[in-house]
């Protein structure tokens, strides 16, 4: 039998509660994305970095409990992998989901390489199989992704709402959305490209 497939999710994390357990250098790397997010972060761990100290979250210095996942609605596990297991069951019975680092089997959430630019963001998984993998897949992505990216979304809402208050078919939208947006496009690459010599030479030439 095959895995289920995945469910791919974006997260609304602000002023909501985010344990993380460990406070080694793996956890201080996954903070700031949950801080940016108005996450209340709290971090449980014997052992806590100073980097991790200064951030603005809450620090228990001393080891995991199941009572702090009270009031939790994700968790990172970033602690040895026996912490990790325990964490995972004890969340899982809670029914809080869990991103175990590095040990997808303790895992309930998975996250993967991020593109954020103009307000569009880009997330690839491999499932926690291969997180290299889409980290690379990610810096390929940016290759793709238009730097003015804010304006195709500023477009697209625009249009968004003018087709809503037209009340203009769902089927009719998409096209009319391709349309602009290739005219965008157009425009830019009008801009962009370099005027005719024989236009620069004739300029050059008094009358």
């Not at 602690?79 to 895992?107: G, L, M």
């Not at 804010?150 to 769902?170: G, P």
């Amino acid at each position: 039998m095959s895995p289920p497939v995945l469910l791919p999710v974006f997260l609304k994390l602000a002023g909501r509660r985010v344990l993380v357990v460990g406070g080694g250098p793996v956890a201080a790397s996954r903070i700031p994305s949950l801080l940016a997010s108005g996450a209340d972060v709290t971090v449980v761990a014997p052992d806590v970095r100073y980097e991790i100290e200064r951030m603005a979250v809450c620090v228990r210095r001393r080891p995991f409990r199941p009572d702090d996942l009270d009031g939790a609605w994700l968790v990172v596990a970033a602690a040895p992998p026996d912490v990790n297991r325990v964490v995972s069951a004890e969340a899982e019975a809670r029914r809080v989901f869990v991103n175990a680092v590095d040990d997808p089997a303790a895992a309930s959430v998975y996250t993967g390489g991020v593109l954020r630019r103009g307000g569009v963001t880009i997330a690839v998984s491999t499932e926690g199989r291969a997180p290299a993998l889409a980290g690379l897949l990610r810096e390929a992505l940016e290759a793709v992704v238009p730097d003015d990216a804010s304006a195709w979304v500023a477009l697209a809402s625009a249009l968004r709402a003018e087709q809503k208050a037209s009340r203009l078919s769902m089927t009719f939208r998409r096209p009319l959305l391709l349309q602009a947006l290739n005219g965008l496009y157009e425009a830019r690459v009008a801009a962009a490209r370099p005027e005719p010599v024989g236009d620069v030479a004739r300029a050059a030439v008094p009358a």
